[in-house]
């Protein structure tokens, strides 16, 4: 969790959405705003390095006990 106060006062905040997706077409491709974008096998997740928030909230839609808001 991070909070970022500028020069001028503004505070910036990162915030992350998980979504559990599929490809239909196309290629992943960076934004200026991310230096890396894959695809993850669910058995590979665990191996990725993440903040604990991410982690807990990948966790929690892998446990397949409905939706988790937090």
């Known amino acids: 969790?991070?909070?970022?106060y500028t020069?001028?006062?503004e505070a910036r905040q990162e915030f992350s959405i998980v979504l559990a997706a599929r490809p239909?077409?196309?290629e992943l491709t960076p934004s200026s705003?991310?230096?890396e974008v894959l695809w993850a096998a669910r058995d590979n997740v665990?191996?990725?390095r993440m903040d604990r928030s991410m982690r807990m909230r990948?966790?929690?839609y892998l446990q397949g006990d409905g939706p988790h808001i937090g």
């Open 1 to 4: 969790h991070v909070i970022l």
């Open 7 to 9: 020069s001028n006062g």
């Open 24 to 26: 239909t077409a196309g």
């Open 33 to 35: 705003e991310s230096s």
């Open 46 to 48: 665990e191996s990725y």
């Open 58 to 60: 990948i966790s929690h």
